[in-house]
């Protein structure tokens, strides 16, 4: 089956404009998680949904905002972009939500801003 | 918050040498995870640990999560080219997301 897609894979955007980055999860998937990897940084959580609710938020400040959507998609926003958010944007789903939830990767979307 | 600390940052090693990477919680985890991530990759699952002293074993790779549910680690015996890659411990506490150390970087040489 179809795994994990990020769209888009590449961009590159420049200091104050905004950036919406789009994940479709595993078909039957529901809990959706988006992280932030920087190199030496390692993977740092932004978000979690499930069902169309936000079950855990990490610590971004207000610029980086996410949602999903009925069907399980998810989005997340960064507004007013600074040059430290450039990273790779990881998403990933889960079957399960919680204690055993095996995360699934996409590929990323590598956002580049100057 | 939840914190998870991972050693060594980087390691490098001769094809057949061993490699240990360790993982530590601040917190007693409901379970940890492994993955492995290549270059120019992303990351996928290795393991999952559920239980207080498991150990697990996938052909060279052997998981061991802690008494106290608060360390786990990585150990690969004899290492080949292919085992080249970061490998991520991902620690889960009830009511939380699943939060990743900042990695081991494994090279190596043959």
């Known amino acids: 089956k179809a795994g994990v897609t990020q769209t888009p894979r590449y961009l590159i955007k420049t200091r104050g404009q905004q950036v919406t980055l789009s994940c479709s999860p595993i078909s039957g998937h529901r809990s959706v998680s988006w992280y932030q990897q920087t190199p030496g940084q390692g993977l740092q959580f932004l978000f979690e949904y499930f069902s169309e609710t936000q079950r855990n938020k990490g610590n971004f400040p207000g610029r980086f905002s996410g949602r999903q959507f009925s069907n399980s998609r998810s989005e997340m926003n960064v507004s007013t972009l600074e040059l430290g958010d450039s990273a790779l944007y990881l998403c990933?789903?889960?079957?399960?939500?919680?204690?055993?939830?095996?995360?699934?990767f996409g590929e990323g979307s590598r956002l580049t801003v100057l | 918050g939840q914190q998870v600390m991972q050693i060594p940052q980087y390691q490098h090693v001769q094809e057949g040498e061993d490699f240990t990477t360790y993982c530590n919680s601040s917190?007693?985890?409901?379970?940890i995870q492994w993955y492995k991530q290549r270059p120019g990759g992303h990351p996928v699952f290795l393991i999952q640990l559920v239980k207080s002293g498991e150990v697990k074993k996938q052909k060279r790779l052997t998981f061991q999560f802690g008494e106290a549910k608060k360390n786990s680690s990585l150990h690969i015996t004899a290492t080949q080219t292919t085992d080249v890659g970061t490998y991520f411990c991902a620690g889960l506490q009830a009511g939380t997301a699943l939060i990743f150390g900042k990695g081991t970087t494994l090279s190596v040489s043959s």
């Open positions: 990933a789903s889960s079957l399960v939500v919680g204690e055993t939830g095996e995360l699934f």
């Open positions: 917190t007693t985890l409901s379970n």
